[in-house]
């Protein structure tokens, strides 16, 4: 698996909340710089804000909760190599997997309800659908 960037979008639901676990783990075993990402509605060539570990160190940081709640969790594990980005579209997968196409991301990590059958038709999957778009692995945590 080419897990050289590695790159997490984050709702702020149970289940992203456990690919954000997975994702610092992750992160801590390979020793791989961490992006977490999340998705606010606007339009997809909205450039995103982005949070390097610079202006984090400066106390420089975002208001999306998601966002902050990720990085205490990487903190708690004494990850330091994160970066923070709030990316905008419409279509959460869309974002996610244009995002990490234009910064050459290398693995992509979501949280999924496991939805089935009927709920999924219904509901449809983001998960679902950055797997069907991306153009790298995909790691779906439920």
Known sequence: MNTQRLLCATDGSPP??????????????LKRPITFLVVADGALETVPAVWDEAKIKAGELPTDKELLAALNTAVQHKLLSVRLVRAYGNDPAQAIVSYAERNGYHHIIVGSEGRTGAKRMLLGSVAGDVVNRAHCPVTVVR
Do not use: D, I, R, W
């Open 16 to 29: 992203s909340e456990k690919a954000v676990a997975y994702t610092v783990s992750l992160g801590e075993e």
